[in-house]
T-cell receptor, first 110, second 113 residues
Framework: QKEVEQNSGPLSVPEGAIASLNCTYSDRGSQSFFWYRQYSGKSPELIMFIYSNGDKEDGRFTAQLNKASQYVSLLIRDSQPSDSATYLCAVPERDDKIIFGKGTRLHILP | ETGVTQSPTHLIKTRGQQVTLRCSSQSGHNTVSWYQQALGQGPQFIFQYYREEENGRGNFPPRFSGLQFPNYSSELNVNALELDDSALYLC????????????FGEGSWLTVV
């Protein structure tokens, strides 16, 4: 079974700075990756999907994928207090189930 | 708004009891999957249904069972509840053209005492 590793944090970042979240995965054959954001007491919300090497940008969010090194990262520019949440990295398996990491808690300091 | 609704939102059960959690998906979402998320952990895949047939199962015992109905609703049943079953239970659905992208409902918080 595929494994997804994330630093549990908490990661503390000053407001307005760039938050960098990292994820490594075990299966070199993995093709696509998700980033979900989960506020405390709420369900995960999909924020990014990436399947190509390189960067994918969506507003203040940039996902970076490096298949050779088997890591995927999420950058949040101009961090806001509302970005404080747990960020889950996820990888789909061939039978469509999604393997999630344990998540990284991000705390934006006002 | 994902179009996936779950009920109940919170419930408390006693060890040994049985529980049924319900999910209603968008029309056309033929695939529904259920996940368990314990505190401080990522969601863990329980099982998946496609057009009312189970087509994938994670490492959960048989006392976790499910059903999917033609009206895009589904159920997760857990028998003989244990304390470790306390978790957030998430229903996720997707249409045939959504690829791997799944959309979660708000979840059902189950506490077993």
């Amino acid at each position: 079974q595929k494994e997804v590793e994330q630093n549990s944090g908490p990661l503390s970042v000053p407001e307005g700075a760039i938050a960098s979240l990292n994820c490594t995965y075990s299966d070199r054959g993995s093709q696509s990756f998700f980033w979900y954001r989960q506020y405390s007491g709420k369900s995960p919300e999909l924020i990014m999907f990436i399947y190509s090497n390189g960067d994918k940008e969506d507003g203040r969010f940039t996902a970076q994928l490096n298949k050779a090194s088997q890591y995927v990262s999420l950058l949040i520019r101009d961090s806001q207090p509302s970005d404080s949440a747990t960020y889950l990295c996820a990888v789909p398996e061939r039978d469509d189930k999604i393997i999630f990491g344990k998540g990284t808690r991000l705390h934006i300091l006002p | 708004e994902t179009g996936v609704t779950q009920s109940p939102t919170h419930l408390i059960k006693t060890r040994g009891q049985q529980v049924t959690l319900r999910c209603s998906s968008q029309s056309g979402h033929n695939t529904v999957s259920w996940y368990q998320q314990a505190l401080g952990q990522g969601p863990q895949f329980i099982f998946q249904y496609y057009r009312e047939e189970e087509n994938g199962r994670g490492n959960f015992p048989p006392r976790f069972s499910g059903l999917q109905f033609p009206n895009y609703s589904s159920e997760l049943n857990v028998n003989a509840l244990e304390l470790d079953d306390s978790a957030l239970y998430l229903c996720a659905s997707r249409g045939d053209r959504d690829g791997n992208t799944i959309y979660f409902g708000e979840g059902s918080w189950l506490t077993v005492v």
